[in-house]
């Protein structure tokens, strides 16, 4: 069967703005489906029927199979696709029958009012997922885009966003965008949670500089594997952390004691020092890190996580650790040119049966420490590791790539 249904997204002015191709559509079509504000906005000059969708899913579909091969129209707001009603429908009747013209989706316009990039932000509505999920993913996020709801609205969501202690952004509510009484709120979590809103409004969240998340309860840590957000991070969207998966497999390779002496370098917030501490309960872990602010919180991490044998290290290598003792297992974490340097004067100071674990993001480096590892150590192993997590998306599951990571490890004879 041809496409023989148009998903139209309309402004807060209906047709007035549309093109004139988009309003040609809507006046050779047999059928025009929309709920009743859109409806309204048509012209009173359309010859042809009008039907208004129901809110039950199933019974809009039926609505819509019911055009059967007439040209039709489906009114909607915004842009179809983003949060709208077109992905549900085109998958359930098949994508072959439809064609989508979208229009300016309110999150495009509510970041253009506040002056704000989108592309890195974190998109959701508080009908996809329970508000408690959102707020978790909010927690992390450097920007938010938030369709809100007449059940939740922004007030709601800034309360449960205090209430967790995450205070560190600047909300804009952005109500009634595209139309003659668009308002924009600006202000702070608290100022937000006292306030009323109208129904139909964005809630877009822009992080504070470089503010600490605040991670969840500390019950139920692992030894190691932890989640990435269990740890105190300046700028989590940043990547500076090792995630869990590459951490759970680095701190495997690094075969840690009960009584091992350990060096983490380029300590970042300290995750792989903090879980090495607790592997090496009767040893020492010595946390590297040039970065005074990173270095603040390997030492509120450690004292998150309750280990006393983690001593963080304010320093650049190789000089920060011209006095610390010969250790069992090096971490090394690395993203410039110097790391190479690093993991071969590292791999200098290990005891002998040492262990050394290099992480590296790129492929340049990968090959540049292994060069300088070869000659050292005949045996030296690769790992690439590439993970994607689980994710909820409206309904459905999808999965997130994490950026690839490169392991590599030796053991000194």
Known sequence: MPANISIIGLGDDGLASAPEP???????????FGNERA???????????R?????DLDELATQLESAGDRPAVMLVFGDPMFYGLARYVTERLGKDRFQVIPHVSSMQLAFARVME???????TSVDSRPLDATIER????????????????????????VDRGIDYFNA?????????????????????????????NVLVLVRHADAPDRPRSAVGFRLFGNPDDAFLQSRPQAGLLTTAEVRAQALAQLDIAAGSIVWDIGA??????????????????????????????????????????????????PDAWANLPDPDCVFVAGAGREVAGIAESAYGRLRPSGRLVVNV?????????????????????????????????????????????????????
Not at 39 to 49: D, F, Q, R, V, W
Not at 183 to 198: D, K, M, N, S
Not at 275 to 290: P, R, S
């Open 138 to 161: 909010i927690r992390t996020a450097s920007k938010v885009g938030l369709f809100t709801s007449e059940a939740i609205g922004p007030a709601d969501v800034a309360r449960a966003l």
């Open 268 to 317: 970042g917030s300290g995750s792989v020092g903090v879980e090495a501490a607790q592997l090496a309960a009767d040893g020492m872990v010595y946390a590297i890190e040039m970065d005074p602010s990173e270095h603040a919180l390997i030492e509120q991490n450690a004292e998150r996580f309750s280990v006393a044998n983690l001593s963080a290290v304010l320093g650049k290598a």
């Open 51 to 55: 039907v208004t969708l129901s809110g």
């Open 22 to 32: 988009v309003r040609r559509h809507v006046e050779a079509a047999e059928l025009l």
């Open 117 to 123: 990039s989108w592309d890195d932000a974190y998109l």
């Open 361 to 413: 993001l790129s492929i340049d480096n990968l090959a540049a420490v292994r060069a300088a590892l070869r000659p050292l150590c005949d045996d030296v192993h690769a790992w690439m590791i590439n993970v994607a997590r689980g994710a909820e998306q409206l309904d459905r599951l999808t999965f997130e790539p994490l950026k690839p990571s490169f392991l590599l490890a030796a053991k000194k004879v």
């Open 39 to 49: 409806l309204a906005l048509t012209p009173a000059s359309y010859a042809g029927e």
């Open 172 to 200: 804009y509510v952005c109500e009634n965008l595209g139309s003659k009484d668009e308002t924009v709120t600006r202000g702070t979590l608290p100022e937000i949670a006292g306030q009323r809103f109208g129904p139909l």
